[in-house]
Nanobody, 124 residues
Framework: QVQLVESGGGLVQAGGSLRLSCAASGRTFGSYAMGWFRQAPGKEREIVAA????????YYADFVKGRFTASRDNAKNTVYLLMNSLKPEDTAVYYC?????????????????WGQGTQVTVSS
């Protein structure tokens, strides 16, 4: 079992930055692929970024490439999402997810564990 707790969301002006954190419990965290997803009101949950267990492989959705950076610190059981140049359309609840396989998946149903989400609101 893995429990995930996100933090770092908030209200920011367009062009600003936020760094989300996701703290994981569980001794085998280092062997899990991790993903970041988001869901805006009235929209489906969509993948933002994902990384393999070692971060050697990463994926970014086109709409965040060059602006967001995902990383992980397996020693601290934590993954991060650094979000720069934020836009109002980035407003959503952001979730981290863990997959009990070393390689990442690109859809929500590839993941086995989910955090409760953290709200990110970008004002224009």
């Amino acid at each position: 079992q893995v429990q995930l707790v996100e933090s770092g969301g908030g209200l920011v002006q367009a062009g600003g930055s936020l760094r989300l954190s996701c703290a994981a419990s569980g001794r085998t965290f280092g062997s899990y692929a991790m993903g970041w997803f988001r869901q805006a009101p009235g929209k489906e949950r969509e993948i933002v970024a994902a990384m393999s267990w070692s971060s050697s492989s990463t994926y970014y959705a086109d709409f965040v490439k060059g602006r967001f950076t995902a990383s992980r610190d397996n020693a601290k059981n934590t993954v991060y999402l650094l979000m720069n140049s934020l836009k109002p359309e980035d407003t959503a609840v952001y979730y981290c997810a863990a997959r009990n396989i070393m390689s990442y998946g690109s859809t929500w149903d590839d993941y086995d564990y989910w955090g409760q989400g953290t709200q990110v609101t970008v004002s224009s």
